[in-house]
Each structure stands twice: as C-alpha cells, then as structure tokens.
C-alpha cells in the first residue's frame, strides 16, 4: 500500500523557517521524483519543488528560488523542505508527490504564514 505522509506545517509569523517532512512507503523510493506542490486557497495547486530519484538534481519554482531547499534521504524514505524567509504568500496546503511509474499524492499539510 503506497503512502506519503507530510508533516511540519504550522503557523509562523513572516521571515521564519519551517521545515517539512514527507514520509514514504510502499514503492521503490529512490527510483521516483520527488516533488512539493502547493494550492492556496481559490487558486490551483502549483509546484513548488521537485528532487529526482537518480542524481538528485533539483530544480525550484521561481517564487522559491534561494529560499526553499528540498532534500532526500533514500535510506530512510523520506524528502524534506525547508523553506526559509517565508511569506504571507506562501500559506497553502502543501502535498507532497512522487512520479515515476505512477504518480501519488499525500494528503497535504497546511502551512500558514501570518503575523
């Protein structure tokens, strides 16, 4: 059974840090993409980051760039974000996805940036 747990969400006032997790099972891990998106509420979900399976090249949304990192660890199946400088924009559901032969989703976890 494929599952993808996320979890760090919070609220947190503007320049802080969080850090997300991503916990997954039930799939050969390091062969897949790893990527975060995110939907803010009224607007469609958008991708936010992504780390591959081989080489773990990364690449980032533009709003992101230098202040987000995401990261992997195929031993322990996990892919984390940390997400530094954070905005008011930056509030959403973030979901974590892996894509390779097939493509899943976590549930998401809420991120609200407010102070």
């Known amino acids: 059974q494929v599952q993808l747990v996320e979890s760090g969400g919070g609220l947190v006032q503007p320049g802080g840090s969080l850090r997300l997790s991503c916990a997954a099972s039930?799939?050969?891990?390091?062969?897949?993409?790893m990527s975060w998106y995110r939907q803010a509420p009224g607007k469609e979900r958008e991708f936010v980051a992504r780390i591959r399976g081989v080489g773990g090249s990364t690449n980032y949304a533009d709003s992101v760039k230098g202040r987000f990192t995401i990261s992997r660890d195929n031993a322990k199946n996990t892919v984390d974000l940390q997400m530094n400088a954070l905005k008011p924009e930056d509030t959403a559901v973030y979901y974590c996805n892996a894509y390779y032969f097939h493509n899943y989703w976590g549930q998401g976890t809420q991120v609200a940036v407010s102070s």
């Open positions: 039930g799939f050969t891990f390091s062969s897949y993409a």
